[in-house]
C-alpha cells in the first residue's frame, strides 16, 4: 500500500475522528478521540486550538498508522473541522488566545449591529449571499479588535480551525473558498475572492489567508509536522474544508437538487444548486466542488440538547450503562418510541443556545411548553427529539419558499444511527431519508477529497460508483402527519409569542452572569 493511502481527520465539537482509506474507499483503519467544550461566560464557546485541534489530528494519524502502516503509506492528507470559528495566530502560526466557534458562540451580537447600522444589511447581503448572524467571522474579528486589542494586534491571520491545522501541517496560510463563504462581510460569493468594501473596521484583507478549492494542494508536510504526527515529509495536504461539507461529500452529495441533513451537536444542512441563491434566511455559500453553490442553514442545539438532556436528567440511565446494561441513549429512546407522537400535549422549543436558521436569534432560549403532572422524562425526551425536527421542517420550508425545493435528502452524523430520531424527522417534514451504508462522517469525505486532490482517486464519478453506497431509504408514516401539522403549527407560534420573554430572559441571563443585578 506504499503512497496509496488516504488520510481523512475530521475535528468536531465534542471529538475528532479520523480514518485511512484505499482510492477505492475502504477503510483500512479508524479512530476516534472524544473532548469537551469551553464555557467561560453565557454566550462564549471555545476550544482549546493547540490540545484540540492540533494535539488531536497529530494523535489521531498516530493512532491510525499505528503497527501496521508507516507514514511513507500515506499519498495525500485532508482534514476539515467545525466551521465558522475563528483562531488569530502570529506570524509563526502560533495560536494567540483560544478559539472562538461558530454560531453557537454569540459574543459578536453587539459587532453585528454596528456593522448593520454602518453599511446596511442589505448592502452585506447582497456581496456575501447572508445576512450577518452569529454565523458570520466578520463581526467576531470585529469583537476581537474591539475586546482584545492587544491580541487583535498581535495577530498575523486570522484562521479558522482547518486552516490552523493546514498551516501546522505545511506552514502556508491558506483557507478554502467555501470556509470563506463564512467570513462575510469580506467575501464576494458571486466572484469568490476577498473583498474590502466592508472590512475598513473589521480588518486589512492582507490578515486573511489564501483562498484554494479543497480539491487543491496547500503544500506538503514539513519535518516538524513529520515528527509530530508520523507522516512522511513531503506528503500532499490539501486545502481542508469545513466539517460539514466533508459530511455531505461523504454521503455523496454532489449534484444540485441533493441536500444533506447531519444530525451531530448541532443540526447542519447543505442544499445544492447550480447557482448562488441567497436569502438573509439562510446562508449561501460557494460548495467544496467547483461549479456548485449550496443553501445552507443550521440549529444550534439538537444532539447537544439529547447530550444535555442525558447529562442532566439521565443520571439513571447513565448509571445502568456504566453497570454494564444499554446505551444510556438508546435506553431514553426506547423509552420515547413508547410515547405518541406529539407527547400528549407537549412542545419544546429547542434553542438551548440561541437558534441559528431560519430564526437567526442568538437571544431566543429553550422552552417546553404544556407540562403537566401526568408527563413523564420520556415525554421530555420525544418532545425534545420532535422540537428538532420541527426545526428541520421550518429550514425546509424556507428552501421552498426561495423557490430551491429539495429533490434527496441523506441523512448523516451520529443521530443518524437512531433509528427513532430519523423517522419523527420524516414522519414530521413528510418526506423520505436516505441512509448511506457507511455512515463515519466527514472524516471519510476528507478522505475522498484528499485522493481528488492527489489524483489517486481518478474522479468525481468514483463517489457514488464506489464510496458511497445506500443502507435503506426511510419513508415517512402518512397516519401520523395530521397530528404533527397540529403540533408544528404550535411550535411555529409559541416562538413568536413568547420572544419578547425569551429575550428579557437572556439579558437577565447575561446580566447575572455578569454580577450585574
Given at each position: 500500500m506504499s503512497g496509496n493511502l488516504l488520510l481523512g481527520i475530521d475535528i468536531g465539537t465534542y471529538s475528532s475522528k479520523g480514518v485511512l482509506c484505499t482510492p477505492g474507499g475502504d477503510v483500512v483503519a479508524e479512530a476516534t478521540i472524544e473532548h469537551g467544550l469551553s464555557l467561560p461566560r453565557p454566550g462564549w464557546v471555545e476550544h482549546d486550538p493547540d490540545t484540540i485541534w492540533w494535539g488531536e489530528f497529530a494523535s489521531l494519524t498516530r493512532l491510525l498508522l499505528g503497527d501496521r502502516f508507516t507514514g511513507n503509506d500515506v499519498g495525500g492528507v485532508a482534514v476539515s473541522a467545525i466551521g465558522s470559528c475563528l483562531l488569530p495566530v502570529d506570524a509563526e502560526g502560533n495560536a494567540l488566545r483560544a478559539g472562538i466557534l461558530y454560531g453557537i458562540d454569540t459574543r459578536a451580537s453587539e459587532e453585528i449591529a454596528l456593522l448593520d447600522a454602518q453599511f446596511g444589511e442589505e448592502a452585506m447581503f447582497d456581496l456575501a449571499g447572508m445576512a450577518l448572524t452569529s454565523q458570520a467571522i466578520g463581526?467576531?474579528?470585529?469583537?476581537?479588535?474591539?475586546?482584545?486589542?492587544?491580541?487583535?494586534?498581535?495577530?498575523?491571520?486570522?484562521?479558522?480551525?482547518?486552516?490552523?491545522?493546514?498551516?501546522?501541517?505545511?506552514?502556508?496560510?491558506?483557507?478554502?473558498?467555501?470556509?470563506?463563504?463564512?467570513?462575510?462581510?469580506?467575501?464576494?460569493?458571486r466572484n469568490l475572492k476577498w473583498d474590502a468594501r466592508f472590512a475598513g473596521p473589521i480588518v486589512d484583507l492582507d490578515r486573511l489567508p489564501r483562498l484554494l478549492w479543497p480539491t487543491e494542494i496547500a503544500g506538503t508536510v514539513t519535518a516538524a509536522a513529520a515528527r509530530a504526527t508520523g507522516l512522511r515529509v513531503g506528503t500532499p495536504v490539501t486545502a481542508g474544508t469545513i466539517d460539514a461539507a466533508a459530511e455531505a461529500i461523504s454521503a455523496g452529495v454532489s449534484a444540485p437538487g441533493d441536500m444533506m441533513v447531519m444530525y451531530g451537536t448541532t443540526m447542519f444542512f447543505i442544499h445544492l444548486t447550480s447557482e448562488p441563491v441567497p436569502d438573509p434566511r439562510m446562508w449561501a455559500t460557494s460548495y467544496v466542488l467547483p461549479g456548485l453553490f449550496s443553501i445552507e442553514g443550521g440549529m444550534s442545539t439538537t444532539g447537544a440538547l439529547t447530550r444535555w438532556f442525558r447529562d442532566t436528567l439521565g443520571a439513571e440511565e447513565l448509571a445502568a450503562?456504566?453497570?454494564?446494561?444499554?446505551?444510556?441513549?438508546?435506553?431514553?429512546?426506547?423509552?420515547?418510541?413508547?410515547?405518541?407522537?406529539?407527547?400528549?400535549?407537549?412542545?419544546?422549543?429547542?434553542?438551548?443556545?440561541?437558534?441559528?436558521?431560519?430564526?437567526?436569534?442568538?437571544?431566543?432560549?429553550?422552552?417546553?411548553?404544556?407540562?403537566?403532572?401526568?408527563?413523564?422524562?420520556?415525554?421530555?425526551?420525544?418532545?425534545?427529539?420532535?422540537?428538532?425536527?420541527?426545526?428541520?421542517?421550518?429550514?425546509?420550508?424556507?428552501?421552498?419558499?426561495?423557490?430551491?425545493?429539495?429533490?434527496?435528502?441523506?441523512?448523516?452524523?451520529?443521530?443518524?444511527?437512531?433509528?427513532?430520531?430519523?423517522?419523527?424527522?420524516?414522519?414530521?417534514?413528510g418526506l423520505p431519508q436516505d441512509v448511506p451504508q457507511r455512515t463515519i462522517g466527514a472524516s471519510y469525505g476528507d478522505a475522498f477529497l484528499a485522493g481528488i486532490a492527489t489524483g489517486l482517486v481518478p474522479d468525481l464519478a468514483s463517489l457514488k460508483e464506489q464510496w458511497v453506497t445506500l443502507a435503506l431509504q426511510l419513508a415517512p408514516n402518512a397516519a401520523v402527519r395530521p397530528v404533527y401539522d397540529a403540533y408544528y403549527a404550535v411550535y411555529r407560534d409559541l416562538y413568536q409569542a413568547a420572544k419578547p420573554q425569551l429575550h428579557a430572559l437572556a439579558r437577565l441571563g447575561a446580566n447575572r452572569a455578569r454580577g450585574e443585578s
Open positions: 463581526p467576531k474579528i470585529l469583537w476581537l479588535k474591539r475586546q482584545e486589542p492587544e491580541v487583535y494586534a498581535a495577530a498575523r491571520w486570522f484562521y479558522t480551525a482547518s486552516s490552523f491545522i493546514v498551516q501546522k501541517l505545511t506552514g502556508e496560510a491558506v483557507i478554502d473558498v467555501h470556509s470563506a463563504s463564512y467570513y462575510n462581510p469580506l467575501f464576494d460569493l450503562e456504566a453497570a454494564g446494561g444499554p446505551n444510556a441513549y438508546a435506553a431514553l429512546a426506547a423509552a420515547a418510541a413508547g410515547i405518541a407522537p406529539g407527547a400528549e400535549g407537549l412542545v419544546c422549543l429547542p434553542y438551548f443556545a440561541g437558534e441559528r436558521t431560519p430564526v437567526n436569534d442568538p437571544d431566543a432560549r429553550g422552552v417546553y411548553a404544556g407540562l403537566t403532572l401526568s408527563h413523564t422524562k420520556a415525554h421530555l425526551y420525544r418532545a425534545s427529539l420532535e422540537a428538532t425536527a420541527y426545526g428541520v421542517r421550518h429550514n425546509l420550508e424556507t428552501m421552498e419558499a426561495m423557490g430551491a425545493p429539495p429533490r434527496r435528502l441523506v441523512a448523516v452524523g451520529g443521530g443518524a444511527k437512531n433509528p427513532l430520531w430519523l423517522q419523527i424527522v420524516s414522519d414530521v417534514t
